[in-house]
Structure formats: C-alpha cells, structure tokens
C-alpha cells in the first residue's frame, strides 16, 4: 500500500517528538505498513489510513519505550507512557529523563484508530527545526529533513540535488544516529531556535517543491507541491519580519501559479516562452505578489527574493509580449553574488544569449563546463546547449546535445517535446 509522502511526514514528526528518535519513527511506521497490508487485504482498508498507521505505529514505538524503560534513570509506568503517547511528554535521550512540553494530542483522538489526517497536529515544522539542530554536519541538515519531514527517498534526494544516491544514503544514516545520540527534543521551536535555522529549514522546503516539480499533475494545490505552500506561508507569518521567509512564499507560489499551463489539454510539454497566462492561478500569483511586497518591506532581499523576482519578470514579459532582458540579466548577477549554483548560472547563460547573442551565452555556457564537472549530468545546461547551437546553426551538434539532455529526461511529457525532429 501507499502512503503519501505529506502524510508520512505528519506521522514521523508526531512519533518522533516523543523522544528524537527519526530512525526509530521510521522502523514504527514501517512495521505499521506491514501491518497494514495483511490486516486491509483480510478487513478491507479503514476510513481514515493514516489514523490507522498512526496508532498502529505508535503502538510499535509504545513497546519499544516499555523495553528501554529498564535502561533509563527514569522508570516508564503505563501513566508515563500514556502521557508519552498523547503528545504531552518526552524522553530525553541524553539523561534518559522525561520531559514535558504542551500536549498535542488529545486522548480522546489518540484513542481513536480511525483518525481523520487532518485531525493529525502538524508537528512537521517542528521536526524541521530539530533537524537543522546545529550539531547536525551542514551537509546533511536538508537531506535529513527531506527524508524524515517529507518523505522523500534518497534516490529523489540524489536527482534533486545532483548527488551520488550512496552518498545520499550515508549521509542520512550518519544523520539519523546523530540526532539519536543528540537527544533533539521536537518540542515547539523557541523562536530565536527557529530563525537561527532558518536557511535550513528553507532550503528544505524549496527542495521538495522542486522535486515534485517535473512530475506533479497540473493541479497546483496537490501533493507535495500543496504541503511546500502550506509550509512556505507557515513560515512567513512564524517570522513576519524576516525576507528570506516571504521570498520563498513568492517565489514557491509563483512557481505553482504556473502549473496549470505546463501541459496542453493532450498532455504535452509547453515551455514557460510558450505558456498561455490565463491558464495560470491567478488567486497564487497574486499571493506571490504579495509576498514579495514583504521581501521589500523587510529591507533585505537574499536569493529566494532574488529568484522570485526574476520568476515575475519572466511572467510579466510573456503577459506583455516584451521581457527586461538587461533587468534579468541584473537579477541574475545579483543572486550570483548573493547565492551562487550550478542552476543559477546556467539561467543566466541563457538570459545573456537573449542580451548578447546566442554565440555569448554558449561561451557562458562553456566557461561554467570548465569549472563544475557536474555540468554534465545536469540536464538544463544541455536543453540550453541544444537551444543555443540551433539558433547558431549548428544543427548537428544541437542533436547531439539534445540526445544527451533526452538521456537525462525522465518527465515523459518533456522527451516528447525534446525529441520533436530527432531521427
């Protein structure tokens, strides 16, 4: 059986609170799945599935608690537990003591195996913020909330942040301990905690909206996509004041805004140059509008604001039939400075084509290839290589490039669109 990767999320944050244990929440809610599909082939599935796999692995994680309470300088009687159980107490790792922080849950819904998702307490930006705990290696922060928060596997992971999959793999496991023999606790997050790790927690949002970018269905408000909007103005109202927060809120609303127009009415491929704008969300554009008002307001604008921005004047100029090109090319020089990246300068290459000329950004192009060999695998810069030599004139090597953007191409949607006119 499946379980989506929102509700996966909601489930670890609220087992993993109890005592800071992701790995442990994990293996409950794997044994939960098991469960679930012997015990729904033989009664049919419940009404609400993830109350289901919630009760059955907290009850996992319930057993596990009774075990270790032998082995900790606080004896876990069955009231302990309960407590543990509807949210209201966890155990530190470090002293083996409890603690206590304001009940989430209930007893009365914890009790109930047929919980409505939505009666689940949202516990993922805590989690987020435990996971960006600065004792955690920089390196792993995101790839440790991707996995437990989001759900993410380490195979998504790897593709989304140009990463070999075993490194991503070790990293993770080497998190996961990390946090174990920390003794994080997921309570709610002090608000000084919280804006410490706000890069982290950011990055991790915007990594899974941009996973689920190449293969979510044209509904915006779905999925993994909906949970990224959800967070994204979770977080700007959290830290009103901070701009980074409101220009991920942009430029994550902005982005969605154009979900409707990426595909034809017969599913093909269409290109931001070729998107028709009354089929973009409206009601989501103008909440990115707004958002990045506030990254204004704010007085500092960082790379979310920046790449926000430039998300606007690219749909300000297929609305008007006329784009900035030097204003683009501006942004673009600005967020190199601020947050330079293999993605950001690929797009500017392509932006200096449209204001130099194509032979100026394949040069563009061609610099970046000397400095980061993982230009090769990373499939933008050869869907621009191809689009550049063809407007040169330089058809053969242009299909060459776009075999190579094709073997990179996984959307079946785009390599459609990519192999038009190939032999």
């Known amino acids: 059986m499946n379980l989506s990767q929102d509700g996966w999320g909601r489930i670890i944050a609220l087992i993993a609170a109890a005592d800071g244990d992701i790995a442990g929440a994990e293996d409950a809610l794997a044994t939960a799945l098991e469960r679930a599909v012997t015990a729904w082939r033989a009664q049919g599935p419940p009404d609400n599935p993830e109350g289901w796999l919630y009760r059955v692995a907290l009850n996992a994680r319930r ?25 209201g107490a966890h155990i530190d790792r470090a002293t083996g003591r409890l603690g206590s922080y304001p009940s989430s849950i209930d007893s009365a819904s914890a009790d109930s195996a047929d919980l409505a998702p939505y009666a689940l307490p949202d516990q993922r930006l805590e989690l987020l913020a435990a996971c960006a705990h600065p004792d955690i290696d920089a390196a792993a922060r995101p790839l440790l909330m991707l996995s437990a928060v989001m759900g993410m596997t380490a195979k998504q992971i790897a593709a989304a942040m140009a990463l070999p999959a075993a490194t991503v793999s070790a990293r993770l496991t080497r998190a996961k301990k990390r946090v174990a023999g920390l003794g994080v606790a997921f ?62 809120a942009a430029l994550i609303h902005l982005s969605a805004a154009r979900f409707p127009a990426r595909r034809s009415g017969d599913g093909r491929f269409v290109p931001l140059s070729c998107q028709d704008p009354n089929f973009w969300d409206q009601t989501l554009t103008e909440a990115g509008e707004r958002h990045l008002v506030e990254v204004h307001r704010c007085g500092h604008i960082g790379r979310f604001g920046l790449e926000a921005a430039i998300q606007l004047l690219h749909m300000a100029g297929i609305r008007t039939g006329s784009t900035d090109w030097p204003m683009l090319l501006r942004l673009h020089d600005d967020l190199a400075q601020v947050a330079p990246s293999l993605g950001g300068s690929v797009s500017r290459a392509a932006v200096l084509a449209e204001v130099d000329g194509p032979e100026t950004g394949l040069m563009a192009l ?9 230009l090769s695998a990373f499939q933008p810069a050869w869907v621009l290589r191809a689009h550049l030599l063809t407007r040169l004139g330089r058809t053969d090597e242009a299909a060459t490039a776009r075999r190579r953007a094709l073997d990179l191409t996984t959307d079946p949607a785009e390599r459609a669109y990519l192999s038009v006119g190939l032999t």
């Open 63 to 87: 057993d596990v608690w009774k075990s270790a309470a032998a082995r900790t300088a606080t004896a876990l009687d069955e009231e302990t537990i309960d407590r543990i159980d509807q949210g």
């Open 187 to 248: 309570g709610s997050p002090d608000r000084l905690d919280l804006e410490s790790r706000l890069p982290d927690v950011h990055e991790t949002i915007y990594g899974a909206f941009a996973i689920e970018w190449t293969h979510a269905a044209a509904q915006p408000r779905d999925g993994m996509i909906g949970e990224a909007l959800y967070l994204s103005r979770l977080v700007a109202q959290l830290c009103p004041g901070d701009g980074e927060s409101h220009g991920l």
């Open 366 to 374: 061609d610099a970046l290839d000397a400095d980061s060999p993982r």
